[in-house]
């Protein structure tokens, strides 16, 4: 006589091989939830953000200093702080608003360590306007080497300028006049009201114009 041996699916289930998963067929969120789910960020996972997310990294050090040298070391240093404070990410889906303010912070760090910078920012100076908003004009072609040294000069202050704000204000000042990034943005990325982020773009405007103004008279 035959002898039936019982058997559960969750037991038949484990015997068959499962399909390894494509990270590259993942979401975002779901590769993020990968790298924290571990002790470790999932390295297959992580190498797919960073292929994702290089092109970014690299255009917002590009705004900031497009005349260092040095960009792929900061790059690289992004990606390290990103590995070890990943799990800290508590909202997956901001994930690239955190990993701007990331690289805008990694800059700043950098360039307080460095006395002078020349020529941080591919932009001509800004100038006040009717509405408030800072009008940024791309340089001349052929400057003169006199509209260069002052063109210079007033890179690094601007730079010394934004460096030496709050944290807070230096964030939301770059996240709105490099990235370009809208004011709702903006609040949820630093999660606060969109009034308080108006507020501080204002002051941050203000603050800048003051310390700035010999050069914007000039």
Not at 124 to 141: F, H, L, T, Y
Not at 188 to 194: F, G
């Given at each position: ?20 998963v ?27 953000l960073?292929?994702?997310y ?30 070890r ?10 994930f690239?608003?955190w ?12 360039l ?10 591919s932009l ?10 800072m ?6 072609d052929?400057?003169s080497?006199e509209?260069?040294?002052?063109t ?46 108006k507020?501080r ?7 800048l ?5 010999n050069?914007?008279?000039?």
């Amino acid at each position: 006589m035959s002898q039936v041996i019982p058997i559960s699916w969750s037991t038949a289930e484990a015997k068959v091989p499962q399909a390894p998963v494509q990270v590259d067929k993942l979401s975002n969120y779901d590769l993020i939830l990968r790298c924290q789910a571990g002790l470790r960020p999932d390295r297959t996972a992580f190498a797919e953000l960073l292929r994702r997310y290089q092109s970014h990294v690299d255009r917002v050090l590009y705004h900031l200093a497009p005349d260092w040298q040095d960009r792929s070391d900061l790059a690289q240093e992004v990606w390290i702080r990103v590995y070890r404070n990943i799990k800290r990410l508590q909202e997956p889906v901001k994930f690239r608003g955190w990993l701007s303010r990331i690289a805008t912070n990694l800059f700043y760090d950098e360039l307080r360590k460095r006395k002078r910078v020349a020529s941080p920012l591919s932009l001509d100076a800004p100038r006040s306007m009717e509405d408030g908003e800072m009008d940024w004009e791309i340089a001349g072609d052929n400057p003169s080497p006199e509209e260069e040294l002052t063109t210079r000069e007033f890179y690094e202050q601007l730079q010394e300028a934004i460096a030496d704000l709050p944290e807070v204000f230096r964030t939301t000042i770059v996240l709105r006049e490099i990235e370009g990034m809208p004011y709702e943005d903006i609040a949820e990325i630093t999660k606060v009201s969109l009034g308080t982020v108006k507020s501080r773009i204002a002051r941050a405007r203000a603050r800048l114009q003051s310390q700035l103004q010999n050069y914007l008279d000039g």
